[in-house]
Every structure is written in structure tokens, then in C-alpha cells.
Nanobody, 122 residues
Framework: QVHLVESGGGLVQAGGSLRLSCSAS????????MGWFRQAPGKEREFVAA????????YYTDSVKGRFTISRDNAKNMVYLQMNSLKPEDTAVYYC???????????????WGQGTQVTVSS
């Protein structure tokens, strides 16, 4: 049973930074990718970033490129999302998830965490 737990969310002023963490357990993830998604109030959940466990290739949605960085620690089964230069429009619940399929298509993600709230004040 795969178990994902996010942490690190909170309230921050615009321009500030937060680092989200996702702890993954329950299987070997070498053939998988980990993704971060977010859902703002009244909006659909959207892809933010992803990283392949093997090789470390990264993917970002355009709105966070240059501000967010996804990374992983294979030994600890941890994935991180460093978020800098935060904007009010980054306010959302952030989820980590696991996929063995197409990186940016959330329908391919089989396991999801409970989410962590990020609020950016103006």
C-alpha cells in the first residue's frame, strides 16, 4: 500500500518562500515519477511539477518555471517542492502523487496524498 504524506504548507507573504515535502512509502519507486499538483478554491486541480525517481528528469508548468524547483532524495523516499517568489495566485492545496504513466496527465496518477494548504497573502 503506497502512502504519501505532504508537509510544509503555511501562510507566507507575496515574494516569500516555502518548501513542501512529500514522504513516500509502500513500494520501490524507481520506475515511477512523483508529481505535485494544486487546487485553488473554485478551480480544477492542475499539474505543477514532476520528477522521475530514476534519472531525475523534471517537468514544470509554465507558470512556476524559474520560481519552483522539484527535487528528490531517493535514499529517504522524499520529494520536495521549493517555492520561491510566491504570488497570491499560488494559493492552493498542494498534493503529491505517484505515476507510472504520462507525467502531466493527472489521470495516470494512482496514489495521492491528503494535501497541504499554501496561502500567499498580498
Amino acid at each position: 500500500q503506497v502512502h504519501l504524506v505532504e508537509s510544509g504548507g503555511g501562510l507566507v507573504q507575496a515574494g516569500g518562500s516555502l518548501r513542501l515535502s512529500c514522504s513516500a512509502s509502500g513500494r520501490t519507486f524507481s520506475n515511477y515519477a512523483m508529481g505535485w499538483f494544486r487546487q485553488a478554491p473554485g478551480k480544477e486541480r492542475e499539474f505543477v511539477a514532476a520528477i522521475r525517481w530514476s534519472g531525475g528528469s523534471t517537468y514544470y508548468t509554465d507558470s512556476v518555471k524559474g520560481r519552483f524547483t522539484i527535487s528528490r532524495d531517493n535514499a529517504k523516499n522524499m520529494v520536495y517542492l521549493q517555492m520561491n517568489s510566491l504570488k497570491p495566485e499560488d494559493t492552493a492545496v498542494y498534493y503529491c502523487a505517484v505515476t507510472s504513466g504520462f507525467i502531466v496527465d493527472q489521470s495516470t496518477y494512482d496514489y495521492w496524498g491528503q494535501g497541504t494548504q499554501v496561502t500567499v497573502s498580498s
